[in-house]
């Protein structure tokens, strides 16, 4: 008997909020990022529901990511940006196997350190 036509198709559905953490720790993670930042809301009627600092979209099997951020400082915005997107993206293709086709990158502030 053929074992292949016997074999049982598994599958694997990984949760967007495991995306999400491992958008989020790839995020806080690179140099000149703060932390998250809570989106602001535009027009508070138009809101569906809770706005979170990352949004996750899978559309044909490619995930957008959105994630909304606060920098320090005295960073270069599109550097830290670019840094993020790069590591964002690099961290879900190689955790979760899934295709990452956007990284949209909000920076929604700009945190002073109060140390000096």
């Known amino acids: 008997m053929d074992k ?3 074999a049982q198709v ?3 559905k990984i949760s967007r909020d495991v995306i999400a953490t491992i958008a989020r720790v790839a995020a806080t993670e690179t140099p ?14 138009l809101s ?3 706005i979170k600092p990352i949004e996750i979209n899978l559309v044909d ?3 957008e990511i959105g994630i909304c951020l606060d920098l320090e400082f ?3 915005i599109p550097e830290v940006c670019a840094a993020v997107q790069s590591a964002i993206k690099d961290d ?3 955790m979760a196997g899934i295709g990452v086709s956007r990284v949209n990158v909000t920076v929604q502030g700009i945190e002073i ?3 000096e």
């Open 61 to 63: 099997d490619f995930a």
């Open 10 to 12: 598994a599958s694997l």
């Open 113 to 115: 350190s109060k140390a």
């Open 4 to 6: 292949s036509k016997n």
């Open 92 to 94: 879900v293709q190689t």
């Open 48 to 50: 569906k529901g809770p």
């Open 74 to 76: 005295g960073a270069k």
């Open 32 to 45: 000149g990022v703060a932390g998250l930042s809570e989106p602001k809301k535009i027009g508070g009627l």
